[in-house]
């Protein structure tokens, strides 16, 4: 008997028996289900945590000083020297003085807007873009310019889109606004991303007294390590000790998160690849009885001279077609659910999360529902082809 023929008297079987053969099935529609929608969310979720830190800047490395020391001070000086000494693995750097209290503008107060302090180089280093105006320059830097630039919230909530030559007060100082910022996400809110002012540190110096972070751009981001250690090492020497600094990169954080992400999708799609298990203990246990049912048959077979690999070679084709059967059910319910949960996760969320199941994931899941037709499927085969021909065909 060739494999075709196999097949198709598989089918048979399995399309006369429909109610018993998708009960057969459902755990394993279930696993591949649940393991494709499980690793697509990881994937989204995976996605979506590497955007959210690209627009926080992974080539970046952020020196915070906690304290100056007791014996040395560490000035923006300071700071600019050492990324201008290692031009291989610094291009450009901002010291940035994040200012606490409330914004005036007019009568009004902005209570939510970020203020903070930084360079004229912040823009490219923050990817940011002026919409309107100009940005800060270094003459606003040398000079201790009372100047500014806003979000384009603030552009549109306050000044009606006309916030250019404008002033505000910040800590009680006035400053004129010379630049309004292109949006940065997709809406505008208070508190959001595009509420945010940004003037010279030098001035914001003069509020909060102190700076106390940096932010610093790699010259190659495949470098990070070494990058790292370099200004490490520069700071240490400056210091002489690590307790008065600390380097974040976020980078490093972001490969954290992805790994840990990983393991709870392995860890969650290993939980529901044992669905699969019960669905191959189902099919063992419904060609056990199809066995026993078929007895005669098998009787009548052997008797006309079929030989034992054909008994085997039906029976475990008939489960394995099962266990694929259910295989492609599970998959394209596992992707049908994955777009139900795109939806629903979207309306949850501030952005979008695509829940995104791999090509080798589904391959996978599909592989692994065969195997394990084959694997569950191969001792009642071996029962069959192993039937006495003489009992088989006494059996009532």
Same mark, same amino acid.
């Given at each position: 008997?060739?494999?075709?023929?196999? &097949?198709?008297?598989?089918?048979?079987?399995?399309?006369?028996?429909? $109610?018993?053969?998708?009960?057969?099935?459902?755990?394993?529609?279930?696993?591949?289900?649940?393991?494709? $929608?499980? $690793?697509?969310?990881? *994937?989204?979720?995976?996605?979506?945590?590497? %955007?959210?830190?690209?627009?926080?800047?992974?080539?970046?490395?952020?020196?915070?000083?906690?304290?100056?020391?007791?014996?040395?001070?560490? @000035?923006?000086?300071?700071?600019? %020297?050492?990324?201008?000494?290692?031009?291989?693995?610094?291009?450009?750097?901002?010291?940035?003085?994040?200012?606490?209290?409330?914004?005036?503008?007019?009568?009004?107060?902005?209570?939510?807007?970020?203020?903070?302090?930084?360079?004229?180089?912040?823009?490219?280093?923050?990817?940011?873009?002026?919409?309107?105006?100009?940005?800060?320059?270094?003459? @606003?830097?040398?000079?201790?310019?009372?100047?500014?630039?806003?979000?384009?919230?603030?552009?549109?909530? !306050?000044?009606?889109? *006309?916030? +250019?030559?404008?002033?505000?007060?910040?800590?009680?100082?006035?400053?004129?606004?010379?630049?309004?910022?292109?949006?940065?996400?997709?809406?505008?809110?208070?508190?959001?991303?595009?509420?945010?002012?940004?003037?010279?540190?030098?001035?914001?110096?003069?509020?909060?007294?102190?700076?106390?972070?940096?932010?610093?751009?790699?010259?190659?981001?495949?470098?990070?390590?070494?990058?790292?250690?370099?200004?490490?090492?520069?700071?240490?020497?400056?210091?002489?000790?690590?307790?008065? !600094?600390?380097?974040?990169?976020?980078?490093?954080? &972001?490969?954290?998160?992805?790994?840990?992400?990983?393991?709870?999708?392995?860890?969650?799609?290993?939980?529901?690849?044992?669905?699969?298990?019960?669905?191959?203990?189902?099919?063992?246990?419904?060609?056990? +009885?199809?066995?026993?049912?078929?007895?005669?048959?098998?009787?009548?077979?052997?008797?006309?001279?079929?030989? %034992?690999?054909?008994?085997?070679?039906?029976? $475990?084709?008939?489960?394995?077609?099962?266990?694929?059967?259910?295989?492609?059910?599970?998959?394209?319910?596992?992707?049908?659910?994955?777009?139900?949960?795109?939806?629903?996760?979207?309306?949850?969320?501030?952005?979008?999360?695509?829940?995104?199941?791999?090509?080798?994931?589904?391959?996978?899941?599909?592989?692994?529902?065969?195997?394990?037709?084959?694997?569950?499927?191969?001792?009642?085969?071996?029962?069959? #082809?192993?039937?006495?021909?003489?009992? #088989?065909?006494?059996?009532?």
């Amino acid at each position: 008997m060739s494999f075709l023929e196999s &097949l198709s008297l598989a089918l048979k079987n399995i399309v006369s028996s429909k $109610v018993r053969t998708l009960l057969t099935m459902l755990g394993i529609i279930i696993g591949v289900a649940a393991v494709i $929608v499980i $690793v697509g969310l990881g *994937n989204g979720l995976a996605n979506y945590v590497t %955007e959210s830190f690209a627009s926080m800047g992974t080539k970046n490395l952020t020196v915070m000083v906690m304290s100056r020391g007791s014996t040395r001070t560490l @000035d923006v000086e300071d700071i600019y %020297e050492m990324v201008e000494e290692n031009p291989t693995y610094f291009s450009l750097c901002s010291p940035k003085a994040t200012l606490s209290g409330s914004v005036k503008i007019g009568s009004e107060t902005a209570s939510s807007t970020t203020v903070s302090g930084v360079s004229e180089d912040y823009n490219t280093i923050d990817g940011l873009e002026i919409q309107k105006g100009r940005g800060l320059q270094y003459s @606003d830097i040398a000079q201790r310019g009372k100047v500014c630039v806003i979000g384009a919230y603030l552009d549109l909530a !306050y000044y009606g889109g *006309n916030a +250019v030559g404008q002033t505000l007060r910040v800590g009680g100082q006035s400053l004129s606004i010379v630049g309004v910022l292109s949006q940065q996400s997709d809406e505008m809110e208070e508190g959001g991303d595009d509420d945010c002012i940004y003037l010279p540190y030098s001035t914001a110096s003069r509020f909060s007294g102190t700076i106390s972070n940096y932010v610093i751009t790699l010259r190659d981001e495949d470098r990070l390590a070494e990058s790292k250690t370099v200004l490490e090492d520069a700071l240490y020497a400056y210091f002489e000790s690590d307790d008065f !600094y600390k380097i974040v990169s976020m980078s490093e954080i &972001l490969d954290t998160m992805t790994s840990m992400i990983n393991m709870l999708v392995l860890v969650l799609a290993g939980i529901a690849a044992i669905s699969l298990v019960v669905g191959g203990i189902g099919i063992m246990n419904i060609m056990l +009885v199809s066995v026993t049912e078929r007895t005669r048959e098998i009787g009548i077979r052997k008797a006309l001279g079929a030989k %034992e690999r054909y008994i085997m070679q039906q029976f $475990v084709i008939e489960a394995a077609t099962t266990s694929a059967l259910g295989g492609i059910l599970g998959i394209l319910i596992g992707y049908g659910l994955s777009m139900v949960a795109t939806q629903v996760i979207g309306q949850l969320i501030d952005g979008t999360l695509i829940v995104s199941p791999t090509v080798s994931a589904v391959a996978l899941a599909f592989g692994i529902s065969v195997g394990i037709g084959i694997l569950f499927g191969y001792l009642p085969a071996k029962k069959a #082809a192993r039937l006495n021909p003489i009992d #088989a065909l006494r059996y009532d």
